[in-house]
């Protein structure tokens, strides 16, 4: 991993492990470098931290930034499943847009299974 990757991240690591929301929120690093070092991370660590994040976010706004991101990302590396790994997060205020979102994804299974991972979503 990058030298770089670890000290912008290492703060929200250790404000995950304390466990508290205002300190994982506090601990989010400024845009535009916490979106690019989270989608480099393994799976499992870019999932630990989106699991952490996402619910202490405040607005729809903050949570669509990570929504889009994650959509991106899996367009840009389809094996990755930054997306997938987010759809449990999505509130449903957000589910519509989602949908709009996933519909300019280019035709492929994996479309297939992020629709139907968000129809699954939509009715837990």
């Known amino acids: 991993m990058h030298p770089h990757t670890v000290d912008i991240l290492q703060p929200l690591r250790m404000a995950i492990m304390k466990g508290e929301a205002e300190a994982i929120r506090m ?21 630990n931290i989106l699991d952490n994040v996402f619910p202490v976010l405040d607005t729809d706004e903050d949570k669509w930034e990570l929504i889009e991101a994650a959509a991106m990302d899996s367009l840009a590396r389809p094996g990755k499943g ?10 449903a205020s957000l589910l519509s847009e989602t949908r709009t979102l996933v519909a300019h994804f280019p035709a492929s299974r994996a479309r297939q299974d992020i629709e139907a991972m968000l129809d699954t979503h939509a009715t837990d």
């Open 82 to 91: 930054a997306f997938i790994s987010i759809i449990k997060h999505i509130p």
């Open 27 to 47: 601990a989010i690093p400024e845009p535009p470098f916490f979106l690019s070092t989270l989608f480099k991370l393994e799976p499992s660590d870019r999932d």
